[in-house]
């Protein structure tokens, strides 16, 4: 160990910049650098006036309460999340503008106004109340990517209810434990989903699910795939039935500003899920302002995220952010690669997307498949695009940049968290300058540090350590439902006051960060603390390297050593030349400490269901342990296989 206080090593030096264009300098919303100045003197405010751009039926009397941890924003303030996102763009031009453009897996189609939409939510807002739900009652969805989605949050919304979405692909057990956790009163889920032409037995799943889950009154279901072979049971609705004569009018409920918006479940390390709680002034504050300058979001724009409402990218940034600015956005219910590769760009051209917001897994996942799919359509309707979820490595920027943005459109590398609620570091469009793998900046209003373990300020340039946020910010959790000891002791315990985002990350000499992965993550060799990411985006630097993910194994000597697996990119095959030559490539690039000991190559990364790799399961598997928590594991053969594969490769 050098020092005490010791923080990350900062290896990767990535020099390209990427200045705004002109011409989007000129028409974006933001394009004064003064803004972070203006903002950083008095956040409050700022935020009060971003505030201002919402409907409240009541004005707020105090913009913020502050008592470490407890946070309340909007204070005495009174509005509808529902009304902002459908009705007040009913009194304006956009009654008859697409509010949702949804695609299906098998081809089919549906396009939702504002006032379509305005029509479906309060009708189901009358269906929840007929079934007896209640403001402040919990609501457990469960459904696969259709409009009827986003109409039952909405609708939830629109009378109090707090919806719990479980995201469609989880298992009948991760659904009970998350309706038991928050008590859910009623149940929403659809006969199945499509995925890759074969059904998902939502309702199944469901079924099981509803055998230990004694809060449930009453379950409404959707028909999506028309199964025949799904029926329902005792106190199990069909939608369609339900809102054949639901009536049309549904007054918003006046919730409180601290009311609560929803729980969404994450996972965290260890244990149980945790359920974060999010509320409704602030949340909604935080998305619109969030999703109109990141995304520098005009009337004109066709917003296509493809993440899934499950997650809180599809909640924030296809649902709250998106509708309240009155946007069209592009709701897809399938894969990138069914029926073939190119599904995505078809997309794009097909409803001329202007804007394309989705994940590195994702953007790694193209480059391997090559070219050509997306050459095959015409992407030149897009100028802007977007990347949530990992930290994107500069091969994959590049790439993005060019080959899906023709050199044009500028990229927002987007950090935040689903504690978080909204976006916090991310460049604007408009006034900054790009650098490939880096955020760039707190969003304006918003103060975040990165310190070494004793808590003090690493200054830029300086190196790495933790990302912390040193403000209330307006989205952020308000509590963990119902354990509010375990809210204090995951965030705000280890430096007291300031929000542990629990990331790694590194702050330039411009005083850019650059997101550097879990902290559980990071590798200790030799005493040096090694980023995953950096190790990572060398090894993806390599023509051949189509995705790596990178542990610490453990040395006598080191502490650690560096092990990676890899995945080709087509046409590369796996041999031990090549290995070398990888191993010689990270050293060349980042220096010998970072040099992997041994490369295992793979088809496939063990991955979250969201696309985060799960390098915990690969420690397990390097030091020849038996398997932590794989539940949210996207593809469980993944990892038996890659088990296998690598014990044979051991003996
Ligand atoms: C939105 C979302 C949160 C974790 C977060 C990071 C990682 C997300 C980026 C990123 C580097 C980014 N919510 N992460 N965005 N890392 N650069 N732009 O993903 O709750 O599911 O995950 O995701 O580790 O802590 S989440």
């Known amino acids: 160990m050098e ?52 409907d409240w039926f009541k ?26 996102c459908i009705d007040r763009h009913l009194k304006t031009w956009r009654r008859n503008k697409a509010a949702i453009i949804w695609e299906g897996e098998p081809g089919d189609e549906r396009v939702l106004t504002y ?54 692909g989880f298992s009948a057990e991760a ?77 918003p409920e006046p919730m409180d500003s601290e009311d609560m918006l929803f729980i969404l479940y994450t996972s965290g390390t260890t244990g149980k899920p945790k359920g974060v709680v999010h509320t409704t002034g602030g949340y909604l504050v935080g998305v619109t302002l969030t999703h109109k300058w990141i995304f520098d979001i005009k009337d004109e724009d066709v917003f296509f995220c493809t993440a899934d409402i499950g997650w809180v990218t599809g909640h924030s940034y296809i649902v709250y952010g998106p509708l309240a600015n009155g946007t069209t956005v592009v709701m897809f219910e399938g894969v990138p690669d069914y029926p073939d590769k190119d599904r995505f760009w078809a997309i794009v051209e097909k409803y001329r997307a202007t804007i394309l917001y989705t994940a590195p897994t994702a953007i790694r996942t193209f480059m391997r498949w090559g070219e050509e799919y997306p050459k095959r359509h015409d992407l030149s309707s897009l100028r802007l695009l977007g990347s949530v979820g990992e930290p994107i490595n500069p091969e994959a920027w590049i790439w993005y940049y060019k080959v899906i943005g023709g050199e044009r459109c500028p990229i927002v590398d987007t950090w935040w968290q689903t504690e978080t609620g909204h976006i916090l570091i991310t460049p604007l469009p408009g006034i900054s300058t790009l650098k490939p793998a880096s955020a760039n900046k707190p969003f304006p209003g918003i103060e975040a540090k990165v310190v070494d373990e004793a808590g003090n300020p690493i200054s830029p340039g300086a190196g790495a350590g933790y990302l912390v946020i040193t403000k209330p910010w307006p989205g952020m959790l308000r509590t963990l439902y119902n354990d509010p ?56 630097d390599h023509q051949a390297v189509a995705e790596a993910a990178v542990i610490g194994k453990s040395h006598d000597v080191k502490g650690q050593a560096v092990s990676a697996f890899v995945t080709l990119r087509a046409g590369y095959k796996p041999s031990s030349e090549l290995a070398d030559e990888l191993k010689k490539h990270v050293a060349k690039k980042i220096g010998a400490i970072a040099r992997p000991d041994d490369i295992f190559f793979t088809a496939e990364l063990p991955k979250t269901r969201s696309g985060k790799i799960m390098r915990r399961l690969l420690r397990d598997i390097a030091e020849g342990r038996a398997l932590g928590d794989t539940t949210t594991l996207a593809d469980p053969t993944v990892i038996a296989q890659l088990k296998s594969q690598y014990e044979s490769s051991e003996s």
């Open 59 to 84: 004005r707020w009397e105090k913009v913020l309460e502050w008592n470490p941890p407890w946070a309340k924003w909007f204070i005495g303030g009174k509005l509808n999340a529902s009304y902002n």
């Open 485 to 540: 000891e375990r809210y204090k002791q995951a965030y705000w315990s280890k430096f007291p006051g300031v929000y542990l985002t629990g990331d790694g990350c590194k702050i330039d000499k411009d005083g850019d960060f650059w997101l550097l992965g879990r902290i559980d993550d990071v590798l200790n060799v030799s005493g040096h603390r090694i980023s995953t990411m950096e190790v990572e985006s060398a090894l993806v």
């Open 3 to 54: 020092k005490s206080t010791q923080t990350i090593a900062a290896l990767l030096q990535e020099e390209r910049t990427f200045p705004p264009p002109k011409a989007f300098q000129q028409q974006a919303w933001v394009n004064d650098p003064k803004i972070y100045e203006q903002a950083a003197k008095n956040p409050e405010a700022f935020w009060a006036k971003a505030a201002e751009e919402l």
């Open 115 to 168: 006032q379509d939409l305005h029509r479906e939510v309060s009708k189901f807002a009358n269906v929840l109340k007929k079934l007896g739900v209640k403001k402040g009652d919990r609501v457990a969805i469960y459904m696969p990517m259709i409009p009827e989605l986003p109409i039952a949050l909405l609708a939830c919304a629109r009378i109090g209810a707090v919806h719990s979405v479980v995201f469609g």
């Open 175 to 251: 659904l009970r434990d998350r309706i038991n956790d928050a008590q859910a009163k009623l149940l929403i889920t659809a006969d199945g989903g499509w995925r890759r032409g074969q059904v998902v037995p939502l309702k199944k799943n469901a079924d099981e699910a509803l055998k230990q889950t004694p809060s449930i009154q009453n379950t409404v279901v959707v028909r999506r795939v028309g199964d025949p072979s799904v029926t329902l049971g005792q106190n199990q609705y069909w939608w369609h039935e339900l809102m054949r004569d639901a009536p049309l009018e549904c007054p």
